[in-house]
């Protein structure tokens, strides 16, 4: 049986408390991004097989549980992106729980998610 990696971490993102937690699992990668403690809205983001362009590919995002909102999808694709890509294109579940999505805030959630890199 594989070993699961995982990582967390906590840092203060303009002044709310955010956590994150990484783990690896062998077909996808599980990020959670919270500010409440819980889980929140679950989404896919996957690599578009259909992308031609190996070197922009396309991610498509799909909110399996919570509110699908375009600013979620957008979220998503700004925090997750760059784990697939990472992760040899592998897709990343993603749990999005936050108080605070403007711009700079998930360029600094960005950074965290960073530090807890287990791909």
């Not at 399996?64 to 890509?85: I, R, W």
Request: charged residues 20%; proline residues 4%.
């Amino acid at each position: 049986m594989p070993i699961i990696r995982s990582k967390q971490t906590e840092k203060d993102v303009n002044g709310v408390s955010t956590q994150v937690v990484c783990t690896e699992f062998t077909n996808y990668i599980f990020v959670v991004l919270t500010q409440y403690g819980k889980i929140g809205t679950l989404i896919s983001v996957t690599p578009d097989s259909r992308s031609n362009d190996i070197s922009t590919p396309t991610f498509s995002t799909k909110v399996l549980l919570g509110k699908d909102e375009p600013l979620t999808h957008v979220c998503a694709k700004n925090l997750a992106t760059f784990v697939s890509q990472e992760a040899g294109n592998r897709p990343v579940l993603l749990g999005l729980a936050l108080k605070d999505s403007s711009i700079d805030s998930v360029k600094q959630m960005k950074e965290i998610i960073k530090s807890c890199k287990v791909w």
